[in-house]
């Protein structure tokens, strides 16, 4: 991918503020359910309902 490694959970952060709150890529947090902890990220982007695709990207 084009970004990353975040070399601070601050820089992760600041990625995540600017890149996962919209609706395309729409992330979603991943979270184990064996200790409820977050484990990583996925999106669905690329969303075109009107021709009925969606692309599944940013597994993290």
């Known amino acids: ?3 990353g490694p975040f070399p601070t959970l601050a820089s992760y952060r600041e990625w995540m503020r600017t890149t996962c709150l919209s609706d395309d ?3 979603f947090a991943i979270i184990d359910l064996a200790d409820g ?9 690329r969303i075109a ?12």
């Open 25 to 27: 890529p729409l992330f």
């Open 1 to 3: 991918m084009a970004y």
């Open 37 to 45: 902890q977050p484990a990583g990220v996925a999106s669905y982007l």
């Open 49 to 60: 309902p009107a021709s009925g695709s969606i692309e599944v990207g940013h597994i993290h």
